[in-house]
């Protein structure tokens, strides 16, 4: 999903925006947050600077972080008091420069004196590539320090300016919303406990490959074991049960690249795609070609990002359609008793 937004340029700096939550889209899907400042008489668009080829400069920055978790909901919020981590810097300074491959990163404190910024200008064609040869650097160098120092380190936030016109774009991931809940509605469903627990799993990491995973499992489970018993049961007292394959909806927010599965059946995405695409990948730790996966790749990280909208929305239906089941079931089940 990508977003964009014009706001005045001011001194360089470009203003603190709020929006509605919609805005960023359902919520846990990535976006990308386009933000441009405007200057009197230029009739340039946003479209022009992503569509520009040429070599120009670019300056990335990104907040680290001691978890994931980002309590700011404003954009644009990277800075260095915003980010934090466990790695302390040297005294009576407030910042440093480290060359990471060939290039020159800027490290920086916050208050704490935690290192929680880090900054790299470079030369790119385009946003993405500016971004990848960020990611490039640092991944494997935090990577390292994350090793060596024994602890949790998180890139949580990173924003990609294009010097040249005026141009930042924030890759994120839409924030949750807040629900009113009535607690006693629920229902626990025993046969279900580990595909929810799984499914909380999954919202509660910050790594997609693991969070495809568990969402994947939840698939898995759910149609080598639970349903085909739901199914006996159902059998064994003569309940009718509708077992067609729920097909894939056509959701607004899908993707382009992923509108071709819409009316595909789940089973067939999940058994065709998700199974040799994705699947493979992710739990034997190498692609389906034989090259290692490597969790600090954008361009691996990226592959599994992108996929897990339209699988969570494939998991949710068959977890819904499961539920309605159960209850089925247990309704006919009381009767017969």
């Not at 400042?37 to 230029?42: C, F, L, Q, W």
């Not at 809940?181 to 799984?198: A, C, H, T």
């Not at 909380?200 to 018993?229: D, Q, V």
């Not at 592959?303 to 089925?328: A, S």
């Amino acid at each position: 999903m990508e977003k964009s937004i014009t706001t005045p340029a001011s001194g360089g700096e470009i203003e603190t925006l709020t929006t509605d939550i919609e805005f960023f889209g359902p919520p846990g899907k990535y976006f990308e947050l386009r933000v441009r400042g405007i200057v009197e008489g230029d009739r340039s668009t946003v479209e022009d600077a992503l569509n520009d080829s040429s070599l120009r400069q670019y300056k990335v920055a990104a907040m680290l972080g001691k978890s994931h978790i980002s309590h700011d909901s404003s954009f644009p919020h990277i800075s260095k008091e915003n980010g934090d981590s466990f790695l302390l810097g040297t005294p009576d300074t407030d910042g440093i420069t480290v060359e990471i491959l060939g290039r020159h990163y800027l490290f920086y404190e916050n208050a704490a004196g935690e290192y929680s910024y880090i900054e790299l200008s470079c030369t790119a064609t385009s946003f993405k590539s500016a971004q990848a040869i960020f990611f490039d650097g640092i991944t494997t160098y935090l990577d390292l320090l994350s090793y060596g120092n024994n602890c949790s380190l998180f890139l949580k936030e990173t924003r990609i300016e294009d010097i040249k016109h005026r141009l930042m774009v924030f890759p994120s991931v839409a924030p949750y919303r807040k629900s009113i809940v009535s607690l006693g509605d629920f229902v626990i469903y025993p046969q279900l406990r580990e595909i929810l627990s799984m499914y909380r799993e999954a919202k509660n990491s910050s790594s997609t490959l693991y969070r495809f995973l568990c969402l994947y499992k939840i698939m898995e489970g759910l149609y080598g074991n639970i349903r085909p018993n739901l199914f006996k049961r159902a059998k064994a007292i003569k309940l009718k049960i509708d077992k067609e394959s729920k097909r894939i909806p056509d959701d607004p927010d899908l993707i382009p690249d992923h509108k071709k599965y819409v009316g595909r059946t789940i089973r067939s995405f999940f058994e065709s795609v998700l199974t040799p695409e994705f699947r493979h990948g992710a739990a034997h730790f190498f692609l389906r070609d034989g090259v290692a996966v490597n969790l600090s790749s954008l361009a691996h990280v990226e592959n599994y990002t992108h996929i897990l909208y339209i699988t969570e929305i494939c998991v949710r239906i068959l977890i819904d359609e499961t539920i309605n089941i159960i209850g089925l079931l247990e309704a006919a089940e009381k009767e017969q008793h």
